[in-house]
């Protein structure tokens, strides 16, 4: 087994599980054409040429491949939502990956640019789709060279543009780039920034972009991830699929491990029938938490998702038992901390994100994000009042009314609040700051406490200015 | 008022080229305004406005939400120190601090040799190889303050440093502004052919194949 990461992928473990998407790249040159079409690339392309578009379509939706950008949505479901006779479609690829702790889509377009490629032209089949705009994270260069290279090498040898493979089928994929700002991540924002504006989030309804997207006409916007599991789908049918994983969460994931573990990494892991458990402890994967100590709590699913802990390390790593164990899996990015994790500290950095990266769109989210982080600092920073906990808490609930999802804490007879949680803002990323508010007054509340009562016995701090006279 | 060279004007008519609308180009052209000059003028603003048709305002305006913008000059090198949560954890904010003391600068702020700039970033997806930090974009994984230091000698006496990134990256880090060191070219017999939507409003061919008989 290889048992550390290969310089030229960097993070990636191999586990000795499937490998729907990862197969390549134990090959150092796994990014260029000739590598790909060495092992099966283009495969699943004239596979699904050979079927009708709607046949193609079927199969994706018989294979229930949830989405992996963090909504889950299955893609054949999505794709269905195009409305009838209304052209042209896009697709836009949502390669902006920016949530905390979330590292996979930049491993696989530097790694397998012509994977996603290959993913991209069936999906287009599929759907009718024209044109095909690949939307790469601004700060991500090497994926940016990797895809334009593979785009070229796909266009000179026939793959991508006119006639492909010699056929009456022919679109054209465009490399595009951000410049930075997590929020364009949103689907909606991430169209409003391809048509050259400000990244905001669209007002909902309607609630997909298939019905109307980039320029107005139905759009499909799908993760980097999703679309580079196609291939596999059409080359080897959903049943195969289906037979990994479980019945609601099929085939594999990337899950990128990060903090307080011995190995951490990225790796590709069958879903349902894998544990967190397995995940941090197990000799496969993370080897146990670094140095010996206690595992404090842990991130399930990005920085936007509430934090679980030790009671929850059995659940299978499945979308739907962590959605009613109140968080969520979301872009497959697990933080790991342990016993020496400050929990106001680890909270406050989180929410100095959510803070930074808010669009100004909608008042709950800018305002409450804004003062979420300055109440959390001086919380941290021992200069908090007696009435914050609560402030923070009703912040959280101007934002996200009523019982925001959290995770059950037997300790205290708390039962789990089911993900996803309600809100008054135009996208989920006002919520979102919420999570690890909830998460850590929750748990750690005389964390917290302990740290405004100091505030008390630091006279100086509390004592009014002097003015000369 | 022309701003772009010659060569970059080329570029830029190839990047509008390939979207359906021209102010979709208007990132990218960003970007490109940035590659020749480090970061953005007004004058670029006014080039990047006639190309698009939109005005030099709406170009403002939309650049101005990115960060990766610079409407001021920044350093040659621009470093960004990851310090949001993996990365906190594993000592993001310590690298940050030795960064600002060997540098002698701080978050934003550009060294007087106008070498380097620094930021104070959030999560640039490489958290299961923290801390980390970027130069120019280019990634650096697994680093500590030894790295940091040799990356910045290096990038001081003139070499690259990319050997020490961990990331399979190599050649040279280009000045701040370039991003991709490929760019991608459609040959023209290549094309499909990319039309504003109002002008490819029927299905696409390859559709009929829907309603073709079954083949026997
Ligand atoms: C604030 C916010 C940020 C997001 N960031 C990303 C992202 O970086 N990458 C991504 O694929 N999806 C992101 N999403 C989810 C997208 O809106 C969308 O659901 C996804 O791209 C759809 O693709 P999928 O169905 O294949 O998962 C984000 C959503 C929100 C609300
Ligand atoms: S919730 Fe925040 S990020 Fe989303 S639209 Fe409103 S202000 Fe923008
Ligand atoms: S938290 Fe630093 S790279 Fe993700």
């Not at chain 1, 287009?124 to 940016?144: H, I, K, N």
């Not at chain 1, 790593?317 to 497959?332: Q, T, Y």
């Amino acid at each position: 087994m290889n048992n550390s990461a290969p310089a030229f992928a960097a993070g990636y473990i191999n586990n000795d599980g499937p490998k729907l998407i990862t197969e390549r790249f134990q090959f150092e040159d796994s990014f260029t054409l000739e590598r790909f079409l060495n092992t099966g690339g283009y495969n699943g392309l004239r596979k699904a040429l050979e079927k009708k578009p709607s046949e193609v379509h079927d199969e994706v939706r018989e294979a229930v491949l949830l989405g992996r950008g963090g909504a889950g949505f299955p893609a054949g479901v999505k794709w269905g939502f195009c409305p009838e006779g209304v052209w042209p479609r896009y697709l836009v690829v949502n390669g902006d990956e920016s949530e905390p702790g979330t590292y996979k889509d930049r491993l696989l377009m530097e790694r397998d640019p012509h994977q996603l490629i290959e993913g991209c032209l069936i999906a287009c089949y599929a759907l009718g789709l024209s044109q095909c705009f690949l939307y790469v994270r601004g700060e991500m260069a090497l994926a940016q060279e990797r895809i334009a290279n593979a785009l070229n090498e796909a266009y000179e040898a026939g793959y991508v543009g006119r006639n492909i493979l010699g056929q009456d089928f022919s679109v054209d994929i465009v490399l595009h780039w951000g410049a930075g700002a997590y929020i364009v991540g949103e689907e909606t924002a991430l169209i409003e920034s391809l048509e050259g504006n400000r990244g905001m989030p669209r007002l909902k309804p309607p609630y997909f972009p298939a019905a109307i997207g980039l320029y107005g006409q139905p759009t499909i916007v799908n993760n980097v991830e999703t679309l580079s599991n196609i291939p596999w789908i059409i080359d080897n049918g959903a049943s195969a699929y289906k037979e990994m994983g479980s019945e609601t969460s099929p085939g594999t994931r990337l899950f990128a491990i990060s903090g307080h573990v011995n190995r951490p990494g990225v790796y590709e892991v069958e879903q349902g029938v894998t544990t967190f458990r397995d995940l941090f402890y197990g000799e496969n994967f993370c080897q146990g938490i670094r140095n010996g100590k206690e595992l404090k709590m842990f991130i399930p699913g990005g920085g936007s998702a509430p934090w679980f802990f030790e009671e929850h390390l059995d659940l299978p790593l499945e979308a739907r038992p962590i959605g009613d164990a109140g968080s969520m899996l979301g872009s497959g990015a697990i933080v790991v901390m342990d016993e020496t994790t400050d929990a106001v500290k680890a909270c406050l950095r989180v929410v100095r994100f959510f803070a930074r990266e808010s669009c100004g769109k909608c008042s709950p989210c800018r305002e409450g994000t804004t003062w979420e982080e300055k109440i959390l600092r001086r919380i941290y920073e021992g200069d908090g009042r007696p009435s914050d906990i609560e402030l923070l808490l009703d912040i959280g609930d101007n934002i996200s009314p009523g019982p925001y999802p959290v995770a059950a804490f037997s300790e205290q007879d708390l039962e789990a609040v089911p993900f996803p949680p309600r809100q008054t803002t135009i996208c989920p990323l006002g919520p979102s700051s919420v999570a690890p508010i909830t998460s850590a007054i929750r748990r750690f509340r005389t964390e917290f406490e302990t740290l405004i009562t100091q505030r008390d016995s630091i006279p100086v701090s509390a004592a009014p200015i002097e003015v000369e006279q | 008022m022309a701003y772009f060279t010659e060569e970059n004007l080329r570029r830029a008519h190839e990047i509008i080229d390939s979207y359906p609308r021209a102010k979709s180009a208007l990132i990218p052209l960003l970007h490109l305004a940035q590659e020749q000059n480090g970061w953005i003028t007004n004058e670029a603003m006014t080039h990047i406005a006639e190309l698009t048709d939109v005005t030099s305002a709406e170009v403002l305006g939309t650049g101005s939400f990115y960060e990766m913008f610079k409407f001021h000059p920044v350093g040659k090198y621009l470093i960004n120190v990851c310090t949001n949560i993996s990365c906190q954890l594993l000592g993001g904010e310590e690298l940050l601090h030795h960064a600002e003391a060997a540098l002698g600068i701080t978050d934003g702020e550009t060294t007087e040799d106008g070498l380097f700039t620094l930021e104070d970033v959030e999560c640039i997806a490489a958290c299961t190889e923290a801390p980390c930090f970027t130069v120019n974009y280019r990634y650096f994984h697994r680093a500590d303050e030894n790295i940091f230091d040799e990356v910045v000698a290096e990038l001081r006496s003139g070499r690259s440093p990319l050997d020490k990134g961990k990331q399979g990256d190599s050649g040279d880090i280009p000045s701040h502004g370039t991003l991709s060191r490929i760019q991608q070219h459609i040959p023209i017999d290549r094309k499909a052919g990319i039309t504003p939507p109002e002008d490819s409003k029927t299905a696409p061919v390859w559709m009929e194949k829907n309603t073709e008989e079954a083949k026997s």
